[in-house]
């Protein structure tokens, strides 16, 4: 079993940051991947990163890519999202999910976290 905890969404203008935070606790197997979703009102979930713990690979849809960073402190089992040039349309909750294997989909995770709110004001 694995819990995620999410935490640092809130308000922000049009071209601000945020760092979000996961932070992860049970039984982690240094292989899992563990991925951001956002679900923001009438539009279907998003996955916008994905890493794996062991191998630090990436990946985010070209929705966010060149704006959001993931990266992990394996040593805090904390995983964060560094999202820069934020826009109107990334506003959602923003949720923190883990697996252990590929998934069937980029949204396909056995564990999720409760969400973290983001607004993005224009």
């Known amino acids: 079993e694995v819990q995620l905890q999410a935490s640092g969404g809130g308000l922000v203008q049009t071209g601000g940051s945020l760092r979000l935070s996961c932070a992860l606790s049970?039984?982690?197997?240094?292989?899992?991947?563990i991925g951001w979703i956002r679900q923001a009102p009438g539009r279907e979930r998003e996955a916008v990163s994905k890493?794996?713990?062991?191998?630090?690979?990436?990946d985010y849809p070209d929705s966010v890519k060149g704006r959001f960073t993931i990266s992990s402190d394996n040593a805090k089992n904390t995983v964060y999202l560094q999202m820069n040039g934020l826009k109107p349309e990334d506003t959602a909750v923003y949720f923190c999910?883990?697996?252990?294997?590929?998934?069937?989909?980029?949204?396909?995770?056995?564990?999720w976290g409760q969400g973290t709110q983001v607004t993005v004001s224009s």
């Open positions: 049970g039984h982690i197997f240094d292989d899992y991947d």
């Open positions: 890493i794996n713990l062991r191998y630090g690979d990436t």
């Open positions: 999910a883990a697996r252990h294997g590929p998934g069937v989909d980029e949204l396909d995770y056995d564990y």
